[in-house]
């Protein structure tokens, strides 16, 4: 097996045997296409509720935002409004912000659940671009919907929007969440450590839906955020302990160049996999010409959908700060429980 495919070399599986998951089915989908970018509009359902995830892929990265049925027809609205705004004729003369880089011309605020969304029409000098960004992720990053592609991005969001209401519900709907709770999320504890030329903050906190450690990167051309449920803290801890320890154990190089495959300069040294609720969580270890480092990948081989990279060393101190978040949220009790 080329060790490029997700494979390890140490002699044993690279993933754990597969486990239920929480049923999760599609209901429409639609498909965007516009200068390098593609956009893919999937309207779901699980036993939490139906839901619209909306994907951006280019050749350089992948991200992607989810927003509740509950807010769909605003959603729509405001999308609306600013796609107006975004085919409006452009000025004649590029204003010098856009020249330099971009200006934005209208931006606006949504609030869905407990999800929050910025909207911003930016205008470069070679266009305008309409950017969505999940505000509350924690992720920077957003879509970037080229104004051009918009009005097929309009037809197929319309057209799912009419399926989310019109289509019977697959799960019973869940009993509504008391406002005090839905509002409170408590931040038990957060750090932030930088790694290289990165920073890492890991937060655990806690909500009406129950605890959960966030990690999130940020990075000189990168944004990423990972969510690792209560319920899988401690497997996460295991497999951060395990590729930690192999990191400073195997010598460097782990593999010379293959002379047969100069291009091929990525070596997987190790891999493991973690399941927690409806969540996939690949680690690897791996190294190139600018290093050791270890990978965290969201999703199954050929469908990730977000990735986190923490240098070697940094890992020592990576382990650690997971360590102590395993051991408070150990320690601490629940706080926001339904009543």
């Given at each position: 097996m080329d060790s490029n495919e997700w494979g390890t070399p140490l002699n044993r599986p690279a993933y754990s045997p597969p486990q239920m998951r929480s049923p999760e089915y599609n209901l429409g989908h639609g498909q965007v296409r516009d200068l390098h970018r593609s956009f893919l509009l999937v309207l779901k359902e699980n036993a939490r509720g139906r839901f619209l995830r909306i994907t951006e892929k280019t050749r350089e990265y992948t991200f992607g935002i989810s927003i509740p049925a509950s807010g769909l027809e605003t959603f729509l609205k405001v999308f609306d409004d600013l796609a107006r705004v975004a085919n409006e004729p452009l000025s004649s003369a590029v204003t010098p912000a856009a020249a330099a880089g971009e200006s934005t011309i209208q931006a606006e605020e949504l609030q869905v659940e407990n999800r929050s969304f910025r909207f911003m029409v930016d205008e470069y000098a070679h266009g305008r671009f309409l950017r969505i960004v999940e505000t509350s992720s924690g992720r920077p990053g957003g879509l970037n919907i080229p104004a051009g592609g918009l009005p097929a991005f309009q037809e197929v969001l319309v057209r799912l929007v009419r399926v989310a209401h019109e289509a019977p519900l697959i799960f019973p709907p869940a009993p509504p969440v008391?406002?005090?709770?839905?509002?409170?999320?408590?931040?038990?504890?957060?750090?932030?450590?930088?790694?290289?030329?990165?920073?890492?903050?890991?937060?655990?906190?806690?909500?009406?839906?129950?605890?959960?450690?966030?990690?999130?990167?940020?990075?000189?051309?990168?944004?990423?955020?990972?969510?690792?449920?209560?319920?899988?803290?401690?497997?996460?801890?295991?497999?951060?302990?395990?590729?930690?320890?192999?990191?400073?154990?195997?010598?460097?190089?782990?593999?010379?160049?293959?002379?047969?495959?100069?291009?091929?300069?990525?070596?997987?040294?190790?891999?493991?996999?973690m399941q927690v609720q409806n969540r996939i969580i690949v680690f690897l270890l791996q190294e190139n010409q600018m290093g050791r480092y270890l990978r965290l990948v969201e999703g199954e081989p050929g469908h990730q959908t977000n990735s986190l990279i923490v240098p070697a060393s940094g890992l020592d101190v990576f382990r650690q700060l997971v360590d102590d978040m395993v051991k408070t949220s150990n320690e601490q009790p629940l706080e926001n429980l339904p009543p």
């Open positions: 008391p406002a005090r709770l839905a509002a409170n999320e408590n931040v038990i504890k957060s750090v932030v450590v930088p790694i290289e030329r990165k920073s890492f903050m890991l937060a655990l906190r806690e909500n009406h839906r129950g605890r959960y450690l966030r990690i999130t990167e940020k990075g000189t051309e990168c944004f990423a955020c990972f969510i690792v449920a209560a319920e899988g803290l401690a497997q996460f801890k295991e497999l951060v302990d395990e590729m930690t320890t192999t990191a400073n154990q195997v010598p460097y190089p782990f593999s010379p160049p293959n002379p047969d495959r100069p291009w091929a300069t990525e070596q997987t040294i190790d891999s493991g996999q």
